[in-house]
T-cell receptor
Framework: GENVEQHPSTLSVQEGDSAVIKCTYS??????FPWYKQELGKGPQLIID?????GEKKDQRIAVTLNKTAKHFSLHITETQPEDSAVYFC??????????FGQGTRLTINP | DGGITQSPKYLFRKEGQNVTLSCEQN?????MYWYRQDPGQGLRLIYY???????QKGDIAEGYSVSREKKESFPLTVTSAQKNPTAFYLC?????????????FGSGTQLSVL
């Protein structure tokens, strides 16, 4: 089955700096890679996703890159703001019906 | 206002007791899911359902049971057989049943053992 590893588990950056979170996956057939953001006391929300036919996708200050050969994908947040503080999860499909999530990264933005 | 509603927000279980977590959605989504969240372990799938009156075990189904009698409801029962039930439980839904579908999550239920 699919195995997803996420690093780092915690990340602290100064406001305005960039943050990068990385995930690796094991199943070369995986073709969809979402990122979810979980704020304190809430459920996760999808913030960006990428499909295997593209190498990069951007949405304002957030971008995701995919390296299919190396089987890893990364979340990039530029010009970080206090509201970016949250737990971020990557995921990859296992078969046709399930998503496997990474362990999560707690991102803290320091003012 | 469409969304997923989980209740209660906090729940306490005594030894040997079964407890049921509620999950209701008014998004008209076909698929519904239950995840367990423990610190440092991400989200692990307990059960999922793609259609009414049908559901499948996820990766950690032991000690849990579900039902899907109505499209909008997917309650989770944590039985006394689940020896380590303390965790944050998340319910989710998606329009379709493919893994490419966006998941919509509820706000979760924190279950603790007395």
């Amino acid at each position: 089955g699919e195995n997803v590893e996420q690093h780092p588990s915690t990340l602290s950056v100064q406001e305005g700096d960039s943050a990068v979170i990385k995930c690796t996956y094991s199943d070369s057939a995986s073709n969809y890679f979402p990122w979810y953001k979980q704020e304190l006391g809430k459920g996760p929300q999808l913030i960006i996703d990428i499909r295997s036919n593209v190498g990069e996708k951007k949405d304002q200050r957030i971008a995701v890159t995919l390296n299919k050969t190396a089987k890893h994908f990364s979340l990039h947040i530029t010009e970080t703001q206090p509201e970016d503080s949250a737990v971020y999860f990557c995921a990859a499909p296992q078969g046709a019906q399930k998503l496997v999530f990474g362990q999560g990264t707690r991102l803290t933005i320091n003012p | 206002d469409g969304g997923i509603t989980q209740s209660p927000k906090y729940l306490f279980r005594k030894e040997g007791q079964n407890v049921t977590l509620s999950c209701e959605q008014n998004l008209n989504h076909d698929a519904m899911y239950w995840y367990r969240q423990d610190p440092g372990q991400g989200l692990r799938l307990i059960y999922y359902s793609q259609i009414v009156n049908d559901f499948q075990k996820g990766d950690i189904a032991e000690g849990y049971s579900v039902s899907r009698e109505k499209k909008e409801s997917f309650p989770l029962t944590v039985t006394s057989a689940q020896k380590n039930p303390t965790a944050f439980y998340l319910c989710a839904s998606s329009i379709g049943t493919s893994t490419n579908e966006k998941l919509f999550f509820g706000s979760g239920t924190q279950l603790s053992v007395l």
